[in-house]
């Protein structure tokens, strides 16, 4: 009998079920649906290699992808109110809470970490779309707030990748209030002299566009990123007007002057060294002479043109 139990039994049930796969070996390019396999994504940074669609890449997956060799030490976030209104629609805020955080991994939808990128030191912040949207609450703007003051205390530049659809409507105003805190954030980086850069991801609307998302000495965007305040849907059913082809697409913001530049996921990490290396090193590197000041020309006394219109008077 134990034979029969532990030897034939098992043999049968291999032959009848099959092994069960994961589902999350393939992923659907929501832009060409074609199908990507896993590995081959996660190793092209999460770009489509069949139509170059940007798919959208968590914290883990950015910090690896910026920090030289994928080193980089993440910062304990300050503790902060949960759930200060007791909110409840359907459900419970503070259940939304928690699947989001198990499915995460994450306290919210923030991460903060520094190390170095280029060899020099920087501290990065990430928000986080699969965790509630990436949406703005207390815990996210005191977030950002510690990121500002690691950067200051460093001396390190700080960037900032938001993926957001704005501010946590479970919050109420106490997300609204986390606009001007993110600007003050921002504002102590600038005061002390060290660079901001964004990099605006898809999507950045909201409460975060409206706020630390547009604040950037330099303002980067990935390829086909939605980057607005209000949706499209939304400004057209008010305005009673058809907005243009690609409107609050990365590539329309370029052309119409709200951002700097349009940079592919596998070339931003060289792109922002290289802009560091030159807002952290202004003067040309030892051995390049430095471009020749020119002063400009004074005109001498009397050779001017109204000197010579003077003088044609005169003759008269």
């Excluded at 060409?32 to 081959?40: A, K, P, T, V």
């Excluded at 998302?213 to 980057?227: F, H, K, N, T």
Aim: glycine share 10%; net charge positive; charged share 25%.
């Amino acid at each position: 009998m134990n034979w029969l139990t532990n030897f034939v039994r098992p043999k049968l049930r291999a032959l009848v079920h099959k092994a069960e796969l994961p589902d999350n070996l393939w992923v659907k390019c929501p832009a060409c649906e074609q199908m990507i396999f896993h590995r081959d994504l996660d190793a092209n940074h999460h770009v489509c290699q069949h139509c170059d669609h940007h798919l959208r890449l968590g914290a883990k997956g950015r910090f690896e992808m910026l920090f030289d060799d994928g080193a980089y030490q993440r910062i304990e976030l300050p503790n902060s109110i949960i759930d200060p209104l007791k909110f409840r629609d359907r459900r419970r805020y503070t259940e939304r809470l928690k699947e989001a955080q198990n499915r995460t991994g994450e306290p919210d939808a923030m991460v903060v970490a520094h190390g170095r990128m280029g060899g020099m030191a920087v501290v990065i912040a990430v928000l986080d779309f699969s965790f509630l949207g990436g949406s703005m609450g207390i815990t996210v703007g005191g977030a950002l707030l510690a990121a500002a003051r690691l950067a200051v205390l460093q001396k390190a530049p700080l960037i900032v990748v938001p993926a957001s659809g704005g501010a946590r409507m479970q919050e109420g105003v106490l997300s609204l209030m986390q606009l001007p805190r993110t600007i003050i954030a921002v504002e102590e980086v600038k005061e002390a002299g060290l660079p901001y850069i964004v990099v605006l991801s898809d999507p950045t609307t909201g409460g975060v566009s409206a706020s630390f998302a547009m604040l950037g000495d330099i303002a980067i965007a990935e390829p086909g990123a939605i980057i607005g305040f209000a949706g499209a849907r939304v400004i057209e059913e008010t305005i009673r007007e058809k907005l243009p082809e690609g409107f609050q697409r990365a590539e329309y913001l370029l052309e119409h002057g709200m951002v700097d530049m349009v940079v592919h996921r596998r070339q931003l990490r060289d792109t922002l060294i290289r802009i560091l290396d030159l807002l952290r090193s202004p003067t040309p590197p030892a051995g390049r002479p430095a471009p020749p000041q020119v002063e400009p020309e004074t005109p001498a006394r009397g050779t001017g043109a109204g000197n010579a219109g003077a003088r044609k008077s005169r003759r008269r």
